[in-house]
Structure formats: structure tokens, C-alpha cells
């Protein structure tokens, strides 16, 4: 009998080597993606690193103009020192990458931990444990800080030159970073693993796109709305909005060490500086010890696979009879034919309960609210500029603001359509099987389609015209010339975008957000801001300039409905009946 | 000469063939009709020419090695991929020229259970009902009827997205049920399911088939196909290279016991000697 024996390998490789093997893998998987990739995506891909280095420097110019803006007669009138307010932004940058990186790293660990499905893995393979971790926290923290290299590096150098701060500001500068980072990586994994254990980390992913999205537009679109306070502000105001931001530079706050250590070596306060260093890098690595070591003990001993408290209500239940008690979308689906409505209540199900999805919707919800109120600000009156314009031009334009809420109504319905029309077909996904194998002609898929993109951006876009035209107080035949134009043109842009959604049709994603490829949003974009030009001019060229050639405008009105109109329905039916004979093929590639 | 089934499907009467289980012979009307069926993926062939009926009553299982081409066929019997040539006959109705028709009589079981994750079972199942015209009230009862047999009443208001593989599955097949088909195609149904779900499926194909119905399964578990199949087809390379019941296909190999045997005779198994090469 032969014996056969296995020798176990001794090799002491550590825990670097292992790290570097995992992240290895990372590397080679974007690479691979990169080079599988369509030449439109590598050119995309190219052109976002170049955009990247771009706003880098841009940041950079940036910071220096806001600098020397520091020297300006506002500030000098409001009695700030600019040398204590400059040394104070350090400590604040330093302190907002420690929170953005906690709650971005949160994301990532969440994909990374749960989502990605590769732990099981992983785990079970001949590879420590924490290597596993350390790569996972170091992969959250990796794109982050390449945002905090283009954002916030800028400035903290900007500073460091203007201020003439001492040479090792800025490797240390470097080093603080990266402390900072790693720490807040640790701190984002157990609240990962403490919310998981609450929320479905599906859910929780849906959650934070939505709330990720609506942000983003509520802060990009609020410096619409402040814009003319923030530039009329006064000596006082910057006076005391610069003393709020010097006193949150306090040294009882452990957040704003990494940030005073630097500026206090830099300035040559070498024990002060050096002290804070110290508590700054030994704070944040024993956060990141510790953290790291809880979330493997978590994840190991099966804590935090273990959800509690998560027995799902019924809250989507149906009554015996079937019917959803009090939902609106229930009488739609009632009023069209079993088909058509058993699609279009199917399709507003799925869209109202995948936040993901409203994440895409809510930008349209809150730019026509601010547009809305740009426009209501304006009070109905064009800006008069210089006052050369001549008469003419001018009265063209103060008949035009009276049919700006119909614009605003117009292009909320527009941000709707862009959304449903352009995906209606791809939202099927992997599911669509069943409706292909159903027995639902093409005409009925494409109705049904049309009207889940139609009813709500049309319900929205009236909604708007309606609301901004009650307190904007336009004349009553607008209003009513209003709603027939929307409907009309969205329904034009639900045609087209239906049609390019049917064109380039994607049943393979796993991300709702890419559910559309970004090629079709591009093109749609385009023929979508064409088609409402064309149509916008025809259906109020005519009741704005009629009255201008000495007829009513009444008449006008009419006219523009009978041009805009031909074409929007044209528009409307024309795509839709070019792609009926793809729906056939969708799915068979 | 044609058989009236119901007062709008008329189907082509087929031969009289060996009655199955012990029944008499009867004229059987064929629910599957594949002829000379093609499948080209670019250069590649995927389903070669393929002839086969399936007939009211009996449980007919394809088989073949992983590619042989059995889902692509499946596929193009229930309308999810249009052939390259030839026809698929569904219930006397042309998959391709009659679509409507043809997917009324049929019910669909993938592989994979890709169902929509924001809607509960009974949603789904409504919203399939619903798709087939069924009325309200019949909609309402098979609801309940079938939710109760796959034991998902009391999650049949939970969203799909908290299902597990084998309740997804499940909630599957009863949608695939809820318009009672005249033919159902299922692509291995029984994978990732737990014994007990398993069987349940078995009986639910088996009375199907007692009823009339014909079933067209695939599976890669030879000794479900043996127990369970009245007839069974074995695709490899897209070519069907045996058509028979087991006895038939037992003569058919020279008295080859199992259909394992059969199987790999046919196909081609795995080589002891590259097993050996891979083990050392």
C-alpha cells in the first residue's frame, strides 16, 4: 500500500503580500473591462481621466482666486484676519474628507461586503481573513481618495503655498490624508454590518441611491436659488460667517487635529504641530485597528449575516379579491383593456417600490419646484438689461414669460419622459421572458409602454402648469392653451424616446441606473431638445407674434395648435410604428 | 383529417402511436410540433433540422450535454427566439406567423427564475391572469388555489425579492399554471429546489399530463427522466439523435439497461482514461 503524503506548504507569506495579491485582482479586472470595453467607452474612459487631472488644476486656480479674494475690501471692511481664516480651512477640509469618506466608503463596503457576493470566496480560501478586509476597506477608500486628491488636495496646497507653510506641510499633508481615510473606512464597515443586520442590504443600497440623487440635485439646484442672495451678502453677514468657520477650528474637536498639526508645523509651532500629528495618526490608526478587527469578528462569527427584527410587513398586500384598496394607479389600469392595464399597473408598481428607480425621477420633481420659483421671483417681468433692445423684441418677450409656467410644466413632463420612455422596455430586464411569452401583440406592448411614460409625465407637467400658473396669474385662454400644447408635445417626446428605448434595449443589467445605455440617453437627449425647439416655436411662435401683426391672438392660438400639434403627432405615432417590427427580436441577441 | 378540441382550436390529427402507461390506443393529437427546425447563432449551428412532435397526455423529456442546444429549442417552442428555418407548431398554431394563439396555449418554467423582484406573488400571478384575458373571478380563485399547492400563501403578499431560489421557482411554475396551458415547456425545473418541492413538481407534470396536457421538460437528472417521462428525446451537437420511450430506446441501443448508459452512449461520456489524466 502506498502512502500518500501531503505536504502542507509553510510559507510565511504576509499580510502585505496577500493584500497586494487581492488588490491584483482588482487591477487585472479593470483592466480586462477596460480593454473588452466598446471604443465609445474607452473614449469615454479617456476622456473622464483627462476631465479628472483638468478639474484638478481647475481646483487649483480656483483655490488661488478664492485666496486672494481673501485680500479684498469686503473682508478687510469686516475686520477678519485672512491669515486665521486661511489656517482654519485645513482643519475644515481635513474634517469633511473624514465625514465624506465615511459615508461614501459606506457605499462601496456595502457592494463590497454584501452585494458583490464574492466573501463566500474569498473567506473560504487559503487567504487570511483580515488580508480580505484590509483590501476591502482599502478598495472603499480608493476612489474616494482619488476625489479628495482632486477636490480638496488643490485647496490644502493653494493654502500651504499662499501661506508659505514650511516644506513638510505637504508630504505630511499626504500622510494625514491617508490616516484620516483609513479611519473613517474602519468606522463605515460596522455601521455597514449594523444596518445590514437591520435592512436588507438590497434595500439599503435602493435607500441610499435615492437619497444620494435627491442631494445632489437639492444642493445643486439650491445655488440657483441663493445665487443672488450669496452675491449681495453683506460686510456684517461674511463677518460673522467667517467667525462660525474659525471657531469650529477648536482643539477639544479630535476631527480637526489632522488639520491644526499641519498648519502648526507649517507655520513653525513644531511642539504644538508634532503633538497633534501624534494624536491625529495614533487616533485614527487605532480606530482603523479596532474597527477592522470588529468587523472581522462580526462578519466571522455570523453576526452580521444575522438580520434581526426584519419579518417583512404586508405591506403590498391585495385583498382576497385581488384588488390594492385606495391606489390610484388601480383605476388606470382599470380604465384601459386587461392587457394594456395589467401592464402600465405592473410597470408603476415596480417603479414606486425600486427607489433606485425614483432616485431617477426625483431630479425632475425638484428642478421644475426651483425653476418654479426662479420664475415666480422674476415676477412675470423679463430682465431689462442694458435697456437697447428694441421695443418690439422686448414686448415678444414679456408676452413670452406669460407662457413660462407652460415651459416649466413642459420640461418637468420632459425629465419624466427622458426617464420612462427612453428605459420602458429595458426596466423589464431579465424578467421579460414573460412577456414575451405571453400572448401580447406588439401593438398592445408599445400602448401599454407609451402610456406608463405618458400618464405620469403628462399628470406632472399640468400639474406644474397648473400650480405656477395659479400664482403666477397668466391669462385663463393660456392656461387652457397650455394644457392640450404639453400633452401634445409630450406625447411627441414619449414616441421618440419609446422608439429609441425599443432601438437600443438592454435586458442584461443588474443596476436599475444602467438600465440605459449611455449612447441612447446622448442621442435621445439630442432629437428630444430639437423636437421640443420645433415645437415650442410652432405652438407659440404664432399666438406671440399674431398680436404683433394686428391679429387676435386667439387666432394664433389656433393656428399654433394645428401646426405644433401635426407635428407632435406625427412624432408621436411615426418612431413607434419604424421600431413595432423589432419588438418581435427584442431579447434574441 | 382534423380533430375539434373547443370551439376555436382545431389541431392536426397525428398517427395512432404505442399507447403509454398501459392505456388503450387512442387517437392523440400533437400539442408540439417541431419540423425541420434550425437555429444559427452567426456560423455556429445550434439546433440542426430537427423533427419531433409532442403529443396530448404524455410527458416528453429532452435531454443532452450542457450546449447540445435544448434550452435554444425551448426557447423557439415558446416563442422567445425565432427559428432560422422551419416551424414550431404550438396547439396547431404557427409560433411564428400565429404568435397570439399560439402563446395562449402554452405555459413557460426558465431555468432561471427571473421574475419581477418588486411585485408579490400574487401580484404576478394577477398580472399574468390578466395577460391571458382570464376573468376576474377566475383570476382571484386560481390565485388562491395555486398559491395554497406551492405553499407561498402565506408569503404570496411578500415581494419576489425576499423569495428563495426555490420559492422563486416555485411562484414560477404556478405562474406558468395559472391559465391551465395546454402545453407546458419547462427548462429544469427542479434545480435548486428541495426534495420535497421537487416531487410536488413531478406530481404536478404527471397529473398535467393525465389531464391531457403536454409537457415538455428538460432536465440533466436521468433518473427523473426515466421515472417520470413517457417519452424522451436526446439532443447533442443540435442534432436529435434518439426519439423514443425507454423501451424503445433501450432496443434502439442493443439492451442498454439505463438511461444513463443510453445517454452517454450517445453523447459521448467522459474517457476513464482523461478522468485519470485530470486525477493524477
Known amino acids: 500500500m502506498t502512502t500518500m503524503e501531503v505536504t502542507v506548504g509553510n510559507r510565511s507569506e504576509s499580510l502585505r503580500t496577500y493584500v497586494l495579491k487581492l488588490l491584483r485582482l482588482r487591477q487585472v479586472t479593470l483592466v480586462s473591462g477596460f480593454k473588452r470595453a466598446r471604443p465609445m467607452i474607452k473614449v469615454l474612459d479617456i476622456g473622464l481621466v483627462l476631465l479628472t487631472v483638468g478639474v484638478a488644476i481647475g481646483c487649483y486656480l480656483l483655490s488661488n482666486a478664492i485666496l486672494r479674494e481673501l485680500n479684498s475690501p469686503i473682508i478687510v471692511q469686516s475686520g477678519i484676519n485672512p491669515a486665521v481664516l486661511m489656517d482654519t480651512v485645513p482643519a475644515l477640509v481635513l474634517a469633511a474628507v473624514f465625514i465624506l469618506t465615511m459615508l461614501a466608503s459606506f457605499r462601496v463596503l456595502l457592494q463590497g461586503l454584501y452585494l458583490a457576493r464574492d466573501m463566500d470566496f474569498l473567506v473560504s480560501a487559503p487567504i487570511p481573513i483580515r488580508a480580505v478586509f484590509v483590501t476591502k476597506l482599502l478598495e472603499a477608500i480608493l476612489p474616494n481618495f482619488i476625489l479628495v486628491l482632486v477636490f480638496g488636495l488643490p485647496m490644502l496646497l493653494s493654502i500651504g503655498v499662499a501661506r508659505g507653510y514650511h516644506i513638510t506641510y505637504y508630504p505630511l499633508l499626504l500622510v494625514v490624508l491617508a490616516f484620516l481615510s483609513l479611519a473613517a473606512a474602519g468606522i463605515s464597515s460596522l455601521l455597514v454590518m449594523a444596518v445590514v443586520r437591520v435592512v436588507p442590504a438590497k434595500r439599503v443600497a435602493e435607500v441610499l441611491a435615492f437619497l444620494g440623487a ?94 434581526v427584527g426584519t419579518t417583512r410587513k404586508k405591506n403590498h398586500q391585495s385583498s382576497s379579491h385581488g384588488e390594492t384598496n385606495g391606489d390610484s394607479t388601480n383605476l388606470i389600469g382599470r380604465l384601459l383593456p386587461s392587457k394594456v392595464g ?43 438689461g442694458q435697456g437697447n433692445a428694441p421695443v418690439q423684441f422686448m414686448a415678444i418677450l414679456q408676452s413670452g414669460m406669460v407662457y413660462g409656467s407652460m415651459v416649466i410644466g413642459l420640461f418637468v ?67 387652457l392653451y397650455g394644457l392640450p400644447s404639453i400633452a401634445l408635445i409630450l406625447a411627441g417626446l414619449c414616441g421618440i424616446n419609446l422608439a429609441l428605448g425599443v432601438r437600443g434595449v438592454n435586458l442584461t443589467w443588474t ?37 404683433l401683426l394686428g391679429i387676435s391672438e386667439n387666432i394664433g392660438m389656433l393656428a399654433g395648435l394645428l401646426a405644433g400639434g401635426a407635428v407632435s403627432l406625427v412624432c408621436t405615432f411615426l418612431p413607434l410604428k419604424l421600431v413595432k417590427s423589432r419588438i418581435a427580436t427584442i431579447g434574441e441577441e | 383529417m382534423t380533430i375539434k378540441l373547443n370551439q376555436q382550436i382545431e389541431c392536426t390529427e397525428v398517427k395512432n402511436i404505442q399507447a403509454i402507461n398501459g392505456l388503450a390506443e387512442e387517437p392523440r393529437v400533437s400539442f408540439i410540433e417541431l419540423h425541420d ?141 395559472m391559465h391551465d396551458p395546454k402545453v407546458l415547456v419547462l427548462d429544469e425545473p427542479t434545480v435548486g429546489l428541495d426534495p420535497k418541492s421537487a416531487r410536488l413538481i413531478k406530481d404536478i407534470l404527471r397529473q398535467l399530463a393525465e389531464r391531457g396536457s403536454a409537457v415538455f421538460v428538460t432536465t440533466h437528472i436521468l433518473e427523473i427522466a426515466e421515472r417520470m417521462c413517457d417519452r424522451i428525446g436526446i439532443i447533442n451537437n443540435g442534432e436529435l439523435v434518439a426519439v423514443g420511450t425507454m423501451d424503445e430506446l433501450r432496443a434502439m441501443q442493443h439492451g442498454e439497461t439505463s438511461l444513463e448508459d443510453i445517454f452517454l452512449s450517445l453523447t459521448g461520456g467522459a474517457e476513464e482514461t482523461e478522468i485519470a489524466e485530470v486525477l493524477r
Open chain 1, 214 to 307: 435627491f442631494l445632489i440635485i437639492l444642493v445643486s439646484q439650491s445655488f440657483n436659488l441663493m445665487g443672488d442672495k450669496l452675491e449681495n451678502l453683506s460686510a456684517d453677514q461674511v463677518a460673522t460667517s467667517a467667525n462660525l468657520i474659525t471657531k469650529l477650528n477648536n482643539p477639544w474637536i479630535p476631527l480637526v487635529w489632522g488639520g491644526r498639526s499641519l498648519v502648526d508645523i507649517g507655520t513653525g509651532n513644531w511642539i504644538s504641530g508634532l503633538s497633534f500629528l501624534a494624536l491625529t495618526l495614533l487616533l485614527s490608526g487605532a480606530v482603523f485597528w479596532i474597527a477592522l478587527g470588529t468587523a472581522e469578528k462580526l462578519y466571522y462569527s455570523g453576526w452580521a449575516s444575522l438580520q
Open chain 1, 342 to 384: 395589467a401592464i402600465v399597473l405592473k410597470d408603476f408598481k415596480q417603479i414606486r417600490r425600486d427607489l433606485t428607480n425614483l432616485s431617477q425621477v426625483i431630479g425632475a420633481l425638484i428642478m421644475g419646484i426651483v425653476f418654479g420659483v426662479m420664475l415666480l421671483r422674476a415676477g412675470g417681468e423679463p430682465l431689462a
Open chain 1, 413 to 479: 413632463g420632459w425629465c419624466l419622459v427622458a426617464r420612462l420612455a427612453l428605459v420602458a422596455f429595458s426596466m423589464e430586464g431579465r424578467g421579460y421572458w414573460i412577456l414575451k411569452t405571453a400572448p401580447v401583440s406588439a401593438d398592445k406592448l408599445l400602448t401599454a409602454k407609451f402610456l406608463m411614460a405618458f400618464i405620469p409625465s403628462l399628470v406632472l407637467g399640468w400639474f406644474y402648469l397648473i400650480v405656477i400658473a395659479t400664482l403666477h396669474k397668466p391669462p385663463l385662454s393660456t392656461i
Open chain 1, 511 to 547: 443596476d436599475p441606473r444602467k438600465m440605459e445605455n449611455g449612447v441612447g440617453g446622448v442621442v435621445g437627449m439630442i432629437i428630444s431638445i430639437i423636437y421640443q425647439l420645433v415645437t415650442l416655436v410652432l405652438f407659440f411662435g404664432a399666438p406671440l407674434c399674431f398680436p
Open chain 2, 37 to 177: 427546425l434550425c437555429k444559427n447563432y452567426g456560423a455556429k449551428t445550434a439546433v440542426n433540422h430537427i423533427n419531433l412532435k409532442v403529443y396530448s397526455g404524455e410527458v416528453f423529456g429532452f435531454l443532452g450535454p450542457n450546449g447540445a442546444g435544448k434550452t435554444t429549442t425551448i426557447k423557439m417552442v415558446v416563442g422567445l427566439l425565432q427559428p432560422t428555418a422551419g416551424t414550431v407548431k404550438v396547439n396547431g398554431y404557427d409560433i411564428v406567423r400565429q404568435p397570439i394563439q399560439a402563446k395562449f396555449s402554452s405555459g413557460f418554467v426558465p431555468d432561471t427564475p427571473n421574475l419581477y423582484s418588486k411585485l408579490s406573488a400574487r401580484e404576478l400571478l394577477r398580472f399574468v391572469g390578466d395577460l391571458y384575458s382570464m376573468e376576474p373571478g377566475r383570476i382571484n380563485h386560481r390565485i388562491e388555489e395555486l398559491l395554497r399547492v406551492f405553499s407561498l400563501d402565506d408569503v404570496g403578499d411578500n415581494l419576489i425579492d425576499s423569495y428563495s431560489h426555490g420559492m422563486q421557482q416555485k411562484a414560477s411554475l404556478a405562474a406558468a399554471l
